[in-house]
């Protein structure tokens, strides 16, 4: 990571490679992808015409899947600057691809929404990838979130929204390491191990760190109304907004 690419780009290892692990070691983000899916859904099959969706972080597929299958009436513009994690989605979703309702970008966040015209887009969804983002970063990506959607387009977020309340964020987060240390040294995954726990302390940084508070008033501030943070679990929340 460097000044000129504020992202994350660990993902191109060994965490990368073996994504799927992360519902051993966090069985909610299955679910956050599913919800985000599920909302993205809810809010296509309101409408009459072909909805088009732009996912932010891509990966493996796991939440391109979830929203494929949410609706019959939309697209997906699948968004990733991981080689390692989108060749495993292209492959494993080529059946959509050959549909002609998905579409894979190599981009980063930022490059690949500013490359999409003003008011072109129905929903932006994400799971688990704006707190990889150093934070100068990140709002520069909401600004062109809420530029590309259409009038009362949708945001959906599924991600790590630190509590407010720090200590009790510090509880959180040190449960969430025992369960590191408790799966994956039970499948002697020491290697896996050492990787989650190093972007650990990337997610948990000052310069990355997405703390509900802020981050809600910060889409208010953008222009993003009818801000809703849902379904929280720990260190996970569903976040929805509309422009």
Not at 101 to 114: I, K, N, Q
Not at 150 to 171: E, M, Q, S, W
Request: a negative charge; one cysteine or more; hydrophobic letters at 40%.
């Amino acid at each position: 990571m460097t000044a000129d690419t504020p992202f994350d780009a660990m993902f191109s290892g060994v965490i990368g490679r073996e994504y799927q692990m992360l519902k051993l070691i966090c069985p909610f983000a299955a679910e956050m992808s599913r919800l985000v899916g599920a909302e993205v859904g809810t809010y296509c099959r309101t409408r009459d015409t072909l909805a088009q969706v732009v996912e932010l972080g891509g990966g493996t597929g796991i939440t391109t899947l979830s929203i494929l299958t949410a609706a019959d009436n939309l697209t997906v513009f699948s968004v990733d600057n991981e080689p390692t994690m989108q060749a495993q989605a292209r492959e494993s979703l080529s059946h959509w691809a050959d549909l002609g309702r998905l579409a894979f970008c190599g981009d980063d966040a930022l490059t690949a929404l500013r490359g999409l015209a003003t008011a072109s887009v129905d929903v932006v969804a994400s799971a688990y990838t704006l707190h990889n983002f150093q934070c100068d970063y990140r709002r520069d990506v909401l600004v062109e979130i809420y530029r590309v959607l259409k009038n009362d387009g949708r945001f959906v977020c599924g991600d790590r929204y630190a509590l407010d309340d720090i200590p009790a964020h510090t509880r959180n987060t040190q449960r969430e390491v025992a369960g590191y240390f408790e799966t994956l040294t039970g499948i002697n995954r020491l290697d896996l191990l050492e990787h989650w726990i190093i972007h650990l302390f990337s997610d948990e940084s000052e310069d990355h760190i997405m703390r509900e508070g802020l981050a809600l008033r910060q889409m208010a501030e953008i222009g993003f109304r009818e801000l809703t943070l849902t379904h929280r679990l720990d260190v996970n929340a569903l976040v929805t907004a509309v422009k």
